[in-house]
């Protein structure tokens, strides 16, 4: 009887699109070849022109990772950690655009190895979740915010209600915060100024809805009686009729 020897197969699957250059297959390598411009760790010499900081005119500052992260998401420059350039190729929180033009003057080619990726996906990470959660805490802002004062400039506040931001200060002071009720996105500023609104442009109390992120017209409604009655109570009396002032003024 003829036993037949046993015979291993091996399946290789091969993907031509997808082909990771042969220097890369080993198993002990752990790096990548990436599309980007990569700006050398330095502690003693300009990361950007390459300048020492001992012979250099100019003070040296330590790239700070909210300008890491721009310069891979805008520019695609890998800056990786420690590195340090003149303070002329900063300015207003990130490049220049000269210092912009003598990175990219080198090849856009570099390798970074698994460890450096890591780095700078924790950089990212650490960056933008706190942005993120401004994002997420920004969607219960209405569309017209006029409880924050830097929200909308002093032209806004007359195109929408007819007063400068001043003049409509001055009004909303007039009126005591308990004389309306107050919530997350309505308090007296808020009716006030829809009141106003409502008066200078005519729009619909749908749209008003809209743009306070009020639930529904009836509530439009609601805001618009409460300002009325709040102004007349409190404002009228005091700058409108005969009782505001004395004979002797």
Do not use: W
């Not at 290789?12 to 599309?35: A, E, H, Y």
């Not at 004062?149 to 001043?166: A, C, W």
């Not at 442009?201 to 529904?216: E, M, R, Y």
Request: proline share 5%; hydrophobic share 40%; net charge positive.
């Amino acid at each position: 009887m003829i036993v037949d020897q046993p015979t291993t197969a091996m399946t290789i699957v091969t993907s031509p699109s997808n082909q990771l250059p042969t220097q890369f297959l080993g198993s002990t390598t752990r790096s990548i070849l990436l599309p980007f411009y990569r700006l050398k760790k330095s502690n003693n010499r300009c990361t950007v022109c390459g300048d020492y900081f001992a012979n250099s005119e100019y003070s040296s500052l330590q790239i700070e990772s909210c300008i890491r992260i721009r310069a891979l998401i805008e520019h695609n420059i890998l800056v990786m950690t420690p590195a340090r350039c003149c303070t002329k190729h900063i300015s207003n929180g990130y490049f220049t655009a000269a210092a912009l033009q003598i990175i990219q003057k080198q090849e856009k080619t570099c390798e970074a190895s698994s460890e450096e990726l890591i780095d700078i996906f924790n950089v990212m990470k650490s960056e933008l979740l706190p942005k993120l959660s401004i994002i997420e805490g920004n969607h219960d802002v209405p569309p017209l915010n006029f409880e924050d004062t830097t929200h909308l400039t002093s032209d806004n506040y007359y195109v929408l209600t007819g007063l400068n931001r001043k003049d409509f200060d001055h009004l909303c002071s007039c009126i005591p915060p308990a004389s309306l009720r107050n919530t997350q996105n309505r308090t007296a500023r808020v009716a006030v100024a829809c009141l106003l609104m409502k008066l200078r442009l005519g729009v619909t109390h749908q749209l008003l809805a809209t743009l306070f992120s009020f639930p529904d017209k009836v509530t439009v409604s609601r805001v618009i009686h409460s300002a009325r009655k709040a102004l007349v109570a409190h404002f009228v009396p005091r700058f409108l009729g005969f009782q505001h002032i004395s004979r002797r003024e």
